[in-house]
């Protein structure tokens, strides 16, 4: 599975624990949204990231080869998603199109989760900004875009 990680799973210790099939792709961005965090993950208990649509704007990711489907199972469980489950799922896991460096040609299609708002959900948590700063540095995701998670208020 091609997924596009914009929120903690940026992070590759996170990752590798999680999905130890995963193999870096190459960083992405995803055009006309932006970043939120519209839910509140009661293992983190604190917001958690979601993408919402937004003209004009981007939201820098990372794009994973997910290798098993055990794998799989896992990201979706630890995102809150169930396949068929459509009332209680935490995000939905849905295909998108991003742009990416290695084929700048043509979008590429990728999995990604999308949230189910809470209303009002909490700031992140500065663990939880540290876990998306450090995937964003590790996969060398654009300086402004670096900058910009970085003033994130926790």
Not at 10 to 34: E, G, N, T, W
Not at 55 to 65: A, D, K, Q, R
Not at 87 to 114: F, Q
Request: hydrophobic fraction near 35%.
């Amino acid at each position: 599975m091609l997924y596009f990680a914009y929120g903690s799973n940026m992070d590759p210790r996170q990752m590798r624990k999680r999905c130890p099939s995963y193999r870096f792709v190459s960083i992405a961005k995803l055009a006309d949204h932006k970043l939120a965090f519209t839910r509140r993950s009661p293992r983190r208990r604190c917001g958690v990231a979601d993408v919402t649509p937004s003209p004009g704007n981007e939201v820098w990711g990372v794009l994973y080869h997910i290798k098993t489907k055990r794998d799989v199972a896992v990201l979706d469980k630890a995102e809150g998603f169930k396949v068929g489950r459509k009332r209680i799922n935490g995000y939905d896991r849905r295909e998108c199109e991003v742009w990416n460096p290695l084929s700048s040609h043509k979008p590429t299609k990728a999995n990604i989760y999308i949230a189910r708002p809470h209303a009002n959900p909490p700031l992140p948590s500065a663990h939880y900004i540290s876990l998306m700063l450090h995937g964003a540095e590790h996969w060398n995701l654009p300086p402004y875009y670096q900058k910009f998670l970085l003033k994130l208020p926790a």
